[in-house]
């Protein structure tokens, strides 16, 4: 790694020509853009695998060229705009989506300083001090297509999806960076470059285990993918957000959702995985020259693989969470975890600093970490387990056609259904409650 004299990788930056940018820039999109197309394929064949299901096989060798063949039908259907829909909004609500994944990527940087066409450059479009913010950000402003987009619908599904994702992107865009908050103890930087600088002797996905399992759960949550797809949720919301959307305006919000996927990816490389430095062994007495030229672009592909795999075995291995356990993990689990382990990791660090000796201090802190986690499971026990003394609630009846339309019943109310003999037709009361009336057909109730 190619530092400059005053310590730091920020003076790498702001020093290209104007070509060797535009390079950059259009490199980073056809990439996203291939990338895309490839994980879409890829998403589709190992979850058939999984599932013991053919998968796409028609559309190119071995089905390669679906996802393309599935980009170019989305753009010459017929665009649709309901008459409900707020049509400014409604529009520009994909386009929001779309950019804001593709900003993220700007400041992720893939490989160290390298030649191109003669002009010494590093493997970043840029950097700034507060880069992981940007990307924070970025990734925010994506959410806000969602949530415009069923806002502006006009419907009663897609309002319920964005609302759906107001509270998601509020739960675990909290729990995603207070994950960040030790590696940016650790670092003493919110740089990406210096991030990944940081970790040549040891990655923080293993010095820093608890913010990486936390961060791997939140990115799923923040990009609305499987077991947490509640804004779309096909099954109780339709299509969710996106019921009403057709043609090139779905398929932003489809390419928006899987450029998200690569960008939380490709920054949970670089903030816990090392970036683009070879793992250990490999990058040190093996092959001195792994973290040099263009061969860290393998590495931090490899990587990025590896966590977009990951998603896709979430979704052919888990079914979608409720609401309620959703809403629990992020603001019961994930957060007071992260919380504690930001003090614990502030505590080692300050201690550090006075010149204790950091392998009693990392003893001391397990110790209390596992006192605490046995006291937190003892009181979760202790609290779930009803007093002996307590009455069992006894079940109430309900009538579901009370209002005139059938309701389902909530926990603890039981269906007053009425059972007639087979001769006689079922009838609807005209007292202003339609109460059915069940026909018994031999020993069967219907």
């Given at each position: 790694m190619l530092a400059d004299a005053d310590g730091t990788h920020l003076a790498q930056f702001g020093h290209d020509v104007w070509w060797i940018m535009l390079i950059k820039v259009v490199v980073i999109f056809a990439f996203l853009m291939v990338f895309t197309l490839f994980t879409i394929i890829f998403e589709r064949r190992a979850v058939s695998w999984m599932q013991q299901r053919v998968g796409p096989n028609r559309v190119g060798p071995q089905g390669s060229l679906q996802s393309l063949a599935d980009g170019v039908k989305l753009m010459l259907k017929e665009d649709i705009v309901p008459k409900a829909a707020d049509k400014a909004i409604f529009v520009i609500a994909p386009v929001i989506s779309a950019t804001g994944a593709f900003l993220a990527f700007a400041v992720i940087p893939i490989g160290p300083e390298v030649s191109i066409f003669g002009e010494r450059t590093v493997l970043?479009?840029?950097?700034?001090?507060?880069?992981?913010?940007?990307?924070?950000?970025?990734?925010?402003?994506?959410?806000?297509?969602?949530?415009?987009?069923?806002?502006?619908?006009?419907?009663?599904?897609?309002?319920?999806?964005?609302?759906?994702?107001?509270?998601?992107?509020?739960?675990?865009?909290?729990?995603?960076?207070?994950?960040?908050?030790?590696?940016?103890?650790?670092?003493g930087s919110m740089s990406t470059s210096e991030i990944v600088a940081a970790q040549e002797d040891l990655w923080y996905g293993i010095a820093l285990l608890p913010s990486f399992v936390v961060y791997l759960i939140a990115m799923v949550g923040e990009t609305n993918r499987p077991p947490f797809d509640l804004p779309e949720a096909e099954g109780e919301l339709v299509g969710g957000f996106h019921t009403e959307y057709s043609s090139i305006k779905f398929a932003l919000f489809f390419l928006g959702e899987y450029i998200a996927l690569i960008t939380v990816s490709a920054l949970a490389v670089t903030l816990f995985l090392g970036g683009w430095m070879a793992p250990w062994p490999l990058g040190g007495p093996i092959w001195p020259g792994a973290n040099e030229n263009w061969f860290p672009v393998l590495w931090f592909l490899g990587k990025l693989l590896t966590l977009v795999f990951v998603f896709?075995?979430?979704?052919?291995?888990?079914p979608r969470m409720r609401y309620d356990q959703f809403m629990a993990l992020g603001w019961k689990i994930l957060i007071p975890v992260s919380i504690g382990w930001i003090l614990l990791v502030a505590t080692i660090q300050a201690l550090r600093n006075e010149g204790y000796e950091v392998r009693n201090i990392v003893l001391v802190a397990a110790g209390v970490l596992a006192a605490l986690l046995l006291v937190t499971w003892v009181w979760e026990v202790v609290r779930a387990k009803p007093p002996e003394d307590e009455p069992v609630a006894e079940a109430v009846e309900f009538d579901p056609f009370a209002g005139g339309y059938p309701v389902p019943p909530m926990p603890g109310q039981v269906p007053v259904l009425v059972s007639t003999p087979v001769s006689t037709p079922v009838s609807f009361s005209t007292s202003g409650q339609h109460r059915v009336e069940m026909v018994e057909r031999g020993d069967t109730d219907a």
């Open positions: 970043q479009v840029t950097d700034t001090p507060v880069a992981v913010l940007f990307i924070l950000a970025s990734s925010s402003a994506a959410i806000y297509g969602i949530v415009l987009a069923g806002w502006s619908s006009g419907s009663t599904y897609p309002l319920l999806g964005g609302l759906r994702s107001t509270a998601q992107m509020i739960s675990y865009e909290l729990a995603m960076s207070l994950s960040f908050v030790a590696v940016f103890l650790y670092a896709i075995w979430l979704r052919g291995t888990l």
